[in-house]
């Protein structure tokens, strides 16, 4: 790969962790340098237009709009990524070891309860747009999982020692969905969720997307920076996974 994200910013954005060689080069002189440095550049350009796309229109969405909005031809596109499959199994690999990380960090970072826990993953995911991103077998996990009665399988109990080990299948969306289900099932046990709801209720809020012209529509108010659609949205969701 040549490029991998190496962590999100506040805003949601990646950035960019570079080979050692093409991290070098942004300070070397000459033409190859340059090339080098351009083709970096269109990558990024590129990751960032693919995550817009396929989080907006889904990974159904044609490779030429993910070159139109990265702003280079569609044959700059298919010289990185030989075709849309490969594109899809890189940036829904990205947004699942992200989520992974933040699922796994919500779990056992010990600092609130059990609701706030799930609560603050699902507001983070959502303010990122990753779960936009899970590819589709996620859906099927998350199923499989509420079929397990209670919630409480031999996949759940596993995580209720030590954390798995970091980037340990970062990748795989069922570690991502085996640690929503313990979230689920904590939150379940304190009496914070409202009876009934499974693992897969909370991948359809993790998923849910406001669409593009209510955003524009109902814009965040000045001094209200938590304002807008999503927002709300989100809140009216979480409200009604919350038990009474």
Do not use: C
Request: hydrophobic letters at 45%; a neutral charge.
């Amino acid at each position: 790969m040549d490029v991998v994200p190496e962590q999100r910013g506040p805003d949601g954005r990646e950035r960019y962790a570079f080979p050692s060689g093409e991290q070098q080069a942004e300070g070397g002189r000459g033409a190859n340098s340059r090339l080098r440095v351009d083709a970096r550049r269109n990558l990024e350009s590129v990751l960032r237009a693919a995550r817009e796309v396929f989080g907006e229109l889904g990974y159904g969405a044609p490779m030429e709009e993910v070159a139109r909005r990265a702003g280079v031809g569609v044959g700059t596109v298919y010289r990185r990524f030989p075709s849309k499959e490969v594109l899809v199994q890189r940036i829904a690999a990205e947004e699942v070891s992200w989520l992974t990380a933040q699922a796994r960090e919500s779990l056992y970072g010990g600092l609130t309860g059990p609701w706030d826990a799930l609560a603050g993953f699902l507001q983070r995911a959502a303010a990122s747009g990753a779960g936009r991103l899970l590819p589709p077998e996620a859906f099927r996990y998350a199923e499989e999982i509420g079929r397990v009665p209670e919630q409480r399988g031999t996949e759940l109990r596993a995580f209720g020692g030590a954390p798995v080990a970091e980037g340990e299948q970062g990748a795989d969306p069922r570690l991502l969905l085996q640690l929503l289900a313990a979230l689920v099932a904590r939150a379940g046990a304190a009496g914070e969720l409202r009876p009934g709801v499974s693992v897969a209720d909370v991948v359809l809020v993790l998923t849910a997307a406001v669409p593009v012209h209510a955003s524009a529509a109902v814009p965040v108010r000045e001094g209200d920076p938590e304002g807008g659609a999503g927002h709300r949205l989100l809140q009216i969701l979480l409200q009604g996974l919350r038990a009474a």
